[in-house]
């Protein structure tokens, strides 16, 4: 929270310089109750950015960390949201200088598709955006329909055709905040901040030793099914070697005799899913992730182990495991 609030400041200290007329204020909502009771503040920080004098309907300024990507965040707000691009000199200048990169190639700057990319761009401050309708451009990328590219290291690996009306914001703002991370994002105290930031909230878990013999197999069976649901379920690694992942395992209740284990977590509605087949597999990944997908998937009820003392008193003790057949 210090930390965030050490960047808050010294982002406001580089945009007084350079856009005076942005003001930045701090609140300690402790003392003011009635502020924190009308913007429904519930977690610290909370930024946000007022316009045009109004108090209603303030931007919520979501996953920013550093003082750069705010300053990014803030200018995309205030102005242009893209770069735009006239030469293919210019894409390969973005595009070979930053690590991700993402270039959204239309017809018109003033479409559907072009203002659902413009309105993404301001929810992804992290990556640098750009956008053409040069003709010369688009040739250079054998870009025919309007499409958005990302580029990861010089190399494009993912095109989006942008039809209008789809894919929206949200679908985009997912699918290019996934490429902030990797394929696979293996959990662990530095990540698990990163992997709460992207709103995908749909994740599926793969609890596995990484001493084991067989790991190396499971795990590029994990990244092949990844990459086909990339932007629609977020792929999280936990090493069950690793004792301070230990609360993961109580939380879904996965013990050593488990693994590998696959888990699917909606984290909207805490709902859990355990994958039926036993074998982690490409085939049998890609079944339970399109069930889950599909809404046929069956919901997961952890349970404790039947006590061997449950039927000896005159009232019972129930887990999960004996609830049903006792019950009904």
Request: proline share 4%; charged share 25%; with cysteine.
């Amino acid at each position: 929270s210090q930390n965030l609030s050490d960047e808050f400041t010294k982002a406001a200290q580089q945009l007084r310089k350079e856009a005076p007329r942005i003001q930045f204020g701090k609140i300690d909502v402790t003392d003011q109750h009635d502020l924190r009771k009308e913007f429904n503040i519930q977690q610290f920080p909370t930024v946000k950015l007022f316009v045009d004098g109004s108090r209603k309907d303030p931007i919520d300024c979501k996953g920013v960390r550093e003082a750069s990507t705010f300053i990014t965040w803030v200018r995309r707000r205030t102005g242009p949201s893209t770069v735009l691009i006239n030469s293919t000199a210019q894409a390969e200048v973005m595009i070979n200088t930053e690590d991700l990169a993402v270039i959204g190639f239309f017809k018109e700057l003033h479409g559907d598709s072009a203002d659902v990319f413009c309105e993404t761009a301001k929810e992804v401050p992290e990556v640098p955006f750009g956008m053409t309708t040069s003709e010369e451009v688009c040739a250079s990328y054998a870009i025919q329909k309007s499409t958005l590219v990302v580029f990861k290291k010089g190399k494009p690996v993912h095109n989006e055709v942008l039809e209008d009306g789809s894919p929206n914001k949200l679908d985009l703002t997912r699918l290019i905040k996934t490429f902030t991370l990797d394929l696979v994002t293996e959990y662990n105290l530095e990540t698990s901040v990163k992997i709460f930031d992207v709103p995908v909230e749909s994740h599926i878990l793969l609890f596995a030793p990484k001493s084991s013999q067989t790991f190396d197999t499971t795990y590029e069976d994990y990244k092949s099914a990844a990459a086909e649901f990339r932007g629609k379920i977020m792929f999280v690694f936990v090493n069950t070697n690793e004792t301070r992942n230990g609360r993961v395992f109580e939380y879904f209740r996965i013990t050593q005799a488990d693994v590998p284990a696959v888990r699917i977590l909606n984290l909207t509605s805490d709902a859990k899913y355990k994958m039926p087949a036993e074998e982690v597999t490409v085939e049998n990944l890609r079944h339970f992730c399109q069930s889950y997908l599909d809404g046929t998937a069956k919901l997961h009820l952890s349970s404790e182990e039947i006590p061997e003392d449950w039927d000896k008193l005159p009232v019972k003790v129930l887990v999960g495991k004996n609830f049903n057949r006792i019950v009904f």
